[in-house]
């Protein structure tokens, strides 16, 4: 079983308040980091044992997604207590022992709060199942009567964001509104309750030390729901304005309700910040950061390993920053998502219409991880240089859990032991998330390659274990030792958040910018070695033999200006 890190060397967090601003923030999938009470589902103990890994990595904040009472239903983003631990993960006093611990470590905490909808679990959502049409319980949702002579038919052709209706029965002709999975429903932020509920919830977990929260579905909780309800055709137009007139999503609404968040981030020292989950046009996502703090682009993660679009997206999302009075937020991986160095082993997606997103892998995933065949060593080479330059940017970093080891999404889970929902709404038509959140290798070999004494929820592949913890410390040149580099160098060498594009042979293939104090990163995008620009080497994602700069290698170089 996993021992709590004991050691005490203290170091101070300090008062700034813009201590995010470029922090490099570590994404813990609570489930899936460490297991200390060998029942094969990671928790909050777990994750206090490994502070001194994370203090080590050399991270500034970690991010927990969900470790609330859940039934599961969507990874813990089902929440039945907003203001609780989930039991199988630990008590209130594991999550106050773990916030001091990472504390002690100089490590702030954000955690994963979940407004937009709560679990069909929830005590609200129960009492509005046992309360009448009309009732007060019911007002705390978005419950509609459904069409048709006794209300047998859903109250429009809305699809969820998992697949099928976004409306269920409940047996007396009225339906309720889940964007999500049917344990999902919407809350009604319409009703004042609901919002004074959540801003009780950020005190409390704020009260307890968190330093920050990371917002799902930011770009939701608003809606206008008119007697008459638009057809789903009807509401795809109304997106293409991104005037802030849709009816589930983005509306201008948001921004009054972020405006109360903000006030209660405002009576602590430092103020809380919160970073938005806000899947909107690039056109609307500063309006989140101001409102918020934070928004995430993940433009990156959209993105194949290419130049051109690397320097637009940077440009873009700069500016965009600027505007926002925010820094920049920077994202490859994270628990929705295929696994970076998978998602650059396979064939690029292209831009424009028809360009395959966020399903990036999806035909992949579908094939069980055959076809088109994973480039898994060609992959990772341009995982490390894409992360290499992230980290010079300017800006906040967002990595999340196992990409410091350089792990692939893990294709070959049996259908009968997948947990997403996308996968059974969809019946096996979309594979889902679960390959990036099987529990990650701390050792070589073992039950659960160190995750915890005995098995993990979600089955790890035998090829876990070269990519352990274990395996890579120590290692030169491995993708633990390059992170920790990366990360020791960036904390000495992050100025001011401006950066300067310089020129350094064919622009189609190489990427070239300049950081304040002479630091210069150079990524060669292309497909032949190029002259390593003058200067004193300070890192390099590839061990370099001459001074030329292989094709998919990062290097960080100290110049003389
Ligand atoms: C975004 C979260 O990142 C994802 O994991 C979740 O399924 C949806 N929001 C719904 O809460």
Redesign the pocket.
């Known amino acids: 079983m996993a021992q709590p890190d004991t050691r005490s060397d203290a170091v101070p967090l300090g008062l700034d308040p813009d201590w995010w601003r470029q922090a490099v923030v570590y994404q813990v999938y609570p489930r899936s980091f460490a297991d200390a009470d060998g029942d094969g589902i990671g928790d909050l103990p777990g994750v206090t044992s490994r502070v001194s890994y994370l203090r080590d990595l050399g991270v500034d904040a970690v991010w927990l ?1 969900p470790f609330y009472p859940s039934a599961l239903a ?2 813990g ?2 929440v039945d207590d907003y203001r609780n631990v989930d039991p199988r993960l630990g008590t209130l006093d594991d999550f106050d022992a773990m916030v001091a611990a990472l504390h002690g470590a100089g490590i702030r905490v954000i955690v994963d709060i ?1 407004p ?2 709560s679990s069909n679990r929830h005590v609200w959502f129960q009492e509005a199942l046992a309360s009448p049409k009309g009732s007060h319980a019911r007002s705390r949702y978005v419950f509609r009567d459904g069409l048709g002579e006794n209300g047998e038919l859903p109250p429009s052709d809305w699809q969820s ?2 697949g099928g209706s976004a409306w269920e029965p409940v047996g007396d002709g009225q339906w309720y509104l889940h964007i ?1 999975a049917t344990e ?1 429903p919407d809350l009604n932020w319409a009703l004042p309750e609901v919002r004074e509920d959540f801003l009780t919830t950020l005190r409390f977990w704020s009260d307890r030390g968190v330093d920050g929260f990371r917002v ?2 930011a770009h939701g909780l608003a809606k206008d729901l008119p007697p008459v309800l638009p057809s789903a055709a009807q509401l795809a137009e109304i997106a293409k304005r991104e005037d802030g007139s849709h009816a589930l999503w983005d509306r201008d609404e948001l921004e009054e309700i972020y405006a109360d968040w903000r006030r209660v981030f405002a009576e602590y020292t430092p103020p809380r910040i919160a970073v938005a ?1 806000a899947w909107v046009p690039a056109s609307r996502r500063a309006r989140y950061a101001t409102a918020l703090g934070q928004a995430f682009n993940f433009d990156l993660l959209e993105a194949d390993f290419d130049a051109d679009q690397f320097r637009q997206i940077i440009s873009f999302n700069l500016a965009q920053s600027a505007s926002s009075g925010s820094s920049s937020t920077w994202v490859l991986s ?3 998502v295929v696994r970076h160095a998978t998602r650059y082993g396979l064939p690029p997606r292209g831009t424009g219409e028809g360009a395959d997103t966020l399903k990036s892998g999806t035909a992949w995933l579908l094939s069980g991880g055959e076809e088109p065949p994973l480039d898994a060593l060609g992959g990772l080479r341009k995982a490390r240089a894409a992360t290499l330059l992230l980290l010079g940017l300017p800006g906040s970093a967002y990595l999340y859990e196992g990409e410091e080891l350089g792990l692939h999404e893990v294709a070959d889970i049996p259908a009968d032991q997948r947990q997403d929902p996308t996968f059974f709404r969809t019946n096996g038509g979309e594979i889902g ?1 679960d390959g990036c959140r099987v529990p990650i290798p701390w050792t070589v070999s073992g039950p659960s390659f160190g995750f915890g004494s005995a098995g993990a929820h979600l089955p790890q592949p035998a090829w876990f274990g070269a990519s352990s913890v274990e395996a890579e410390a120590g290692v030169p040149g491995s993708t633990l030792e390059l992170y920790r580099s990366a990360l020791a160098l960036r904390r000495r060498l992050q100025g001011d958040e401006t950066l300067d594009w310089v020129e350094v042979g064919d622009p189609d293939a190489v990427l070239a910018f300049r950081r304040p104090g002479g630091w210069l990163v150079v990524t060669n995008l292309g497909e032949t070695n190029i002259p390593l620009p003058e200067g004193e080497l300070l890192l390099s994602s590839e061990a370099l033999s001459s001074a030329e700069l292989p094709p998919a290698t990062t290097a960080w170089i100290r110049t003389s200006d």
């Open positions: 997604s969507d990874g983003y089902d979940v937009n909808h964001v998992f999500f999902q799902d579905v989950e994270n628990h929705d998330r």
